[in-house]
């Protein structure tokens, strides 16, 4: 079945630095992911669309200056954490949609981010 | 998007069948529901999809009444391993849609020796 990876796995940083998490759809194309961010104990929360080409399209209440998203090709979106803090230490999770099974989704692994 | 309601918590012995229900009250015509397992740690990962009736796969089995207003999970003969968080899912999967995964708060299923 389809793959999606996310790398780094886990990152640890200190406060004030940027961090960026990469999202790879591994043997098919996906015009469209999804970022979300899941704290212990809790579901997942989506923070945004990633459209392949054009300006992500950010959940309410999630700002897009912070939490910059960049999907340059058809197998590739990064999450860059901007100017991390430690309340943005979380599990950040990624999916991305295959159009030609049926549309179903298929979820990264995760990268589980803690700031310092 | 259709609003899902699951109980919070399940517990259950190894060996038993265990049936989760999903509520969908306001599904929409051309939405399908799917179910995702998650452990701790991990991303979800697709157990099973339906949009009517019954829909079995090796895993589990999908139950769909005519009302389409609910939908029940069911895993049999369940192990230590199945211990994990379950979520419904209800949305426009089309290859055309603009579906976009929106997750409730899910069941966590607790399997005892």
């Known amino acids: 079945g389809a793959v999606v990876s996310q790398h780094p796995s886990r990152v640890i940083c200190k406060s004030g630095t940027s961090v960026k998490i990469e999202c790879r759809s591994l043997d098919f194309q996906a015009t469209t992911m999804f970022w979300y961010r899941q704290f212990p104990k809790q579901s997942l929360m989506l923070m945004a669309t990633?459209?392949?080409?054009?300006?992500?399209?950010?959940e309410q209440g999630v700002e897009k200056d912070k939490f910059l998203i960049n999907h340059a090709s058809l197998t590739l979106s990064t999450l860059t954490v901007t100017s991390a803090h430690p309340e943005d230490s979380s599990f950040y999770i990624c999916?991305?949609?295959?159009?030609?099974?049926?549309?179903?989704?298929?979820f990264g692994p995760g990268t589980r981010l803690t700031v310092t | 998007l259709a609003k899902t309601t699951q109980p919070i918590s399940m517990d259950s012995y190894e060996g038993q069948e265990v049936n989760i229900t999903c509520s969908h009250n306001?599904?929409?015509?051309?939405?399908?529901i799917t179910w995702y397992q998650q452990f701790p740690s991990q991303g979800p990962r697709f157990i099973i999809q339906?949009?009517?009736t019954k829909v079995t796969n090796e895993v589990a089995s999908l139950f769909i009444p005519a009302d389409r207003k609910s939908s029940t999970l069911s895993l049999p003969r369940v192990s230590l391993s199945d211990t994990a968080v379950y979520y419904c899912l209800v949305g426009d999967a089309d290859r055309g849609g603009s579906y976009i995964p929106t997750f409730g708060r899910g069941t966590s299923l607790i399997v005892h020796p």
């Open positions: 990633s459209n392949e080409g054009s300006k992500a399209t950010y």
């Open positions: 339906g949009y009517k």
């Open positions: 306001n599904i929409a015509t051309n939405d399908y």
């Open positions: 999916s991305a949609r295959d159009p030609w099974a049926g549309g179903e989704q298929y």
